[in-house]
C-alpha cells in the first residue's frame, strides 16, 4: 500500500498548537518534554478555564500519539512481508509504547486530584472522569512489559496468518480468495476447496498455539499484578464496562442458546433438505442451497466501492459524501493480496479525525456486506470529529458496533445496486438474515470459550480444543464434522479477536440486538430511524451506554426479553424473503 495520502494534510484542517513543533512522534526525546510540561502545568491550575485549556493540549498530544501508532499499524497489515513496515511497527511498539503508559498514568493521577475538576461541568466531564479513575486504579507499571511482549505476540499471529496461501490448480491465493469457492454447486469442488484451506492451517496449528500459550500466561500475570483473581475479570474492567457484569454476559449466552439457536438449527435442517444430502458438512453452509449459482456482486475493488457509494447515498446522501471523502483522501484498501494481514477493520486517525477501511475483498455479496459495516464505522468517526476531547471521540465498542451493523441493515434493501436480477438481490437478503441467525450462536461461542479459557488459565491445548469442542456443539446445531477433529478442534484460529483482543466479541452480539432494534423502526419510519442514529453517532463517547442507545431511540438492553422479539422479526422477514 503507499502511503496514505492524508500525511501531507496532517494538521492544516485542526492546527496542531502545543506540539507543533514536534518533527516526528517516534522520536521519544522529542515526546517526553510535552507529557513532562502537561504534568508540571496541571499541578499549578486552580480555575475551570485553565483546565479546560490544558484538557486540549493533552487531548492534541494524544491524539498525535495514537494517529502515529494507527499509522503504523496500517501500513504493517497492509503489508506483512515488509520488513521496514514490520520494523517501523514494531519500533513504536517496543520503545514508545512502554515510555508512554507510565506517564499516560502519572497525568491521569494528576488530573483527577486537580482542584479544578470539581469546577468543571460534571456532566461533560462524568464519563471522562470515570474511564480515567478506573485506569490508574488497575494500572501497574510492572505490567507494562508484559503488555509489550502480549503485544508483539499479537503481531506474529498477524504475520503468521498473513502469509497463508495455497496453491489452487496451480495459482497461489489467499485465504480470503478461496472463500467464493465455497458457494460453488459442485459439492466435490467445494469440499476440495474447504479442505484445502483446512490443511493449510493446521501446518500453522503447533506455532499459533505456541503463541497463545504465551499470551494467556501473559495476560494471567497482568491480571495478577493488578490485584484481580483472573484474567477474565481484569479485562472486564479494563475494557471499561461499567453498565454490565460478566454474569450478564453468561445470561446472554443463555438467552442465545434459547431463542436463536433452535432458528439455527431449522434453518441448518432446511439447507440439507434442499441440498438432498445425509448429513450438512462443514462445505455445505455457503452454498446456495436451491442451485442458485453464487452471487458475484462485483468483480473489482473499484465496483465494490462504486456499489457501496450508491447505497449509501440512497440511505442518507450527507453519509455518501462523507464515503467520497474517503474515495478521494485515499483512506480505503480493499483488496486481498498475497502478504496482506487477513480480515477487516475500520481504524481512526486521530490527529486529522479521519477514518481509514481495510479489508479483503474477493467477490463476495460477504466483502458488500464488510464495506457497508466498517462505513458505519467511518459514518461514526466522521460524525464525532468535531468533539475537542479525543477521548470522546469513540465511543464503547457496544456501540460503536451498532453504527456498523445498523448500515448493514439500512442498505438491505437496496442490494438490487448489486445485482440486476430482483431474485439475486432478493437472496443477498435473504443471506444477510440467515448469516445474523448464525452469528449469535457463534458470538456466544467466542465469548464463553474466552471465560473457560481465562478461568482456568492452566489448561493446555488438548483441554482448549476439547472445551471449544463442547462449546460448538452446544452453539452450532446439525453439522456433521465426522473425520474432521482435527481441524474442527482448531476452527477457533481463524478468530482473531481471541488472539488480538480478547473478550472483545460479545460486544457484537449486544450491538447485534441494538442494531436490529433500530432496523425495526426503520421499516417503519426511515427517516426517523436515520435521524436517531447520526444523532447517537454525533455523541461520540461522551455519554454512558443507556444514554448512547437512549439517542437512536432504542433499549441498551441483552435479555431474552429484548432479544425474543428482535428475532421474531428476522425470522418474519426470512419467511417474506422465502
Not at 500466561?217 to 483473581?229: I, P, Q, S, T, Y
Not at 465494490?304 to 449509501?312: H, K, Q, R, T, Y
Not at 471523502?325 to 485515499?330: L, N, T, Y
Request: glycine share 6%; charged share 30%; with cysteine.
Amino acid at each position: 500500500m503507499a502511503e496514505l495520502q492524508i500525511m501531507a494534510g496532517r494538521g492544516e484542517e485542526f492546527p496542531r498548537e502545543y506540539t507543533r513543533g514536534v518533527s516526528d512522534f517516534g522520536d521519544w526525546v522529542q515526546i517526553e518534554p510535552l507529557l513532562a510540561g502537561l504534568a508540571e502545568q496541571i499541578e499549578k491550575i486552580e480555575a475551570a478555564g485553565e483546565l479546560e485549556a490544558w484538557l486540549l493540549r493533552e487531548s492534541e498530544l494524544n491524539a498525535a500519539l495514537d494517529e502515529e501508532y494507527t499509522r503504523r499499524y496500517i501500513a504493517m497489515t497492509c503489508a506483512t512481508n515488509d520488513a521496514g513496515r514490520e520494523r517501523a511497527y514494531l519500533e513504536f511498539l517496543e520503545n514508545i509504547v512502554p515510555k508512554l503508559k507510565p506517564w499516560h498514568d502519572r497525568i491521569a493521577r494528576l488530573y483527577l486530584k486537580c482542584p479544578a475538576r470539581g469546577k468543571l461541568d460534571p456532566a461533560r466531564a462524568e464519563v471522562m472522569d470515570r474511564r480515567l479513575q478506573n485506569e490508574v486504579e488497575i494500572y501497574r507499571d510492572e505490567n507494562v512489559p508484559l503488555e509489550t511482549e502480549v503485544s508483539k505476540l499479537e503481531q506474529q499471529y498477524q504475520k503468521i496468518t498473513g502469509a497463508m496461501t495455497v496453491n489452487w490448480r496451480g495459482e497461489e491465493r489467499t485465504l480470503q480468495q478461496m472463500a467464493p469457492l465455497l458457494e460453488e454447486l459442485d459439492r466435490p469442488v467445494r469440499e476440495e476447496a474447504w479442505r484445502t484451506v483446512a490443511k493449510r492451517r493446521l501446518a500453522d496449528r503447533a506455532a499459533i498455539d505456541s503463541l497463545f500459550k504465551k499470551m494467556v500466561e501473559l495476560r494471567a500475570k497482568v491480571a495478577h499484578n493488578a490485584d484481580f483473581k483472573n484474567f477474565r475479570d481484569y479485562q472486564h474492567r479494563a475494557m471499561g464496562r461499567f453498565d454490565y457484569t460478566p454474569a450478564d454476559t453468561i445470561k446472554f449466552q443463555e438467552s442465545i442458546q434459547q431463542e436463536v439457536v433452535p432458528l439455527l438449527a431449522k434453518e441448518r435442517e432446511e439447507r440439507r433438505k434442499l441440498l438432498k444430502v445425509d448429513t450438512l458438512r462443514p462445505w455445505d453452509l455457503d452454498v446456495d442451497p436451491e442451485g442458485a449459482p453464487p452471487l458475484k456482486p462485483f468483480g473489482t475493488a473499484q465496483e465494490l466501492m462504486e456499489g457501496c457509494g450508491a447505497i449509501f447515498r440512497r440511505v442518507s446522501p450527507a453519509l455518501a459524501d462523507e464515503f467520497g471523502e474517503m474515495r478521494r483522501r485515499g483512506l480505503l484498501d480493499l483488496d486481498s493480496r498475497i502478504g496482506k494481514a487477513p480480515g477487516g477493520y475500520q481504524s481512526t486517525l486521530d490527529e486529522v479525525r479521519l477514518p481509514f477501511i481495510f479489508m479483503n475483498a474477493a467477490g463476495t455479496q460477504r466483502d458488500v456486506l464488510t464495506l457497508l459495516h466498517e462505513g458505519g464505522h467511518a459514518f461514526h468517526a466522521f460524525a464525532s470529529r468535531q468533539e475537542p476531547w479525543v477521548i470522546y471521540r469513540s465511543a464503547p465498542l457496544e456501540f460503536s458496533e451498532v453504527a456498523s451493523m445498523s448500515m448493514e441493515l439500512f442498505a438491505m434493501g437496496h442490494l438490487g445496486v448489486f445485482y440486476k436480477d430482483a431474485g439475486e438481490a432478493r437472496r443477498a437478503r435473504r443471506r444477510q438474515l440467515q448469516d445474523i441467525v448464525r452469528i449469535f450462536p457463534w458470538i456466544a461461542t467466542v465469548d464463553a470459550f474466552q471465560h473457560w479459557i481465562y478461568l482456568n488459565p492452566g489448561s493446555d491445548t488438548a483441554m482448549r480444543d476439547a472445551k471449544f469442542l463442547e462449546l460448538e456443539r452446544k452453539f452450532s446445531p446439525v453439522v456433521d464434522w465426522s473425520g474432521l477433529d482435527n481441524e474442527h478442534s482448531s476452527a477457533w484460529h481463524r478468530q482473531l479477536h481471541i488472539f488480538e483482543v480478547p473478550f472483545y466479541y460479545i460486544e457484537y452480539g449486544i450491538a447485534q440486538l441494538g442494531a436490529l432494534q433500530l432496523w425495526v423502526r426503520f421499516l417503519e419510519d426511515p427517516a426517523a430511524a436515520i435521524e436517531g442514529y447520526r444523532r447517537a453517532l454525533a455523541l461520540g463517547g461522551s455519554r454512558p451506554l443507556p444514554e448512547l442507545f437512549a439517542a437512536a431511540g432504542i433499549r441498551f438492553d441483552f435479555s431474552a426479553d429484548t432479544l425474543r422479539p428482535a428475532m421474531q422479526a428476522v425470522a418474519k422477514e426470512l419467511e417474506k424473503l422465502a
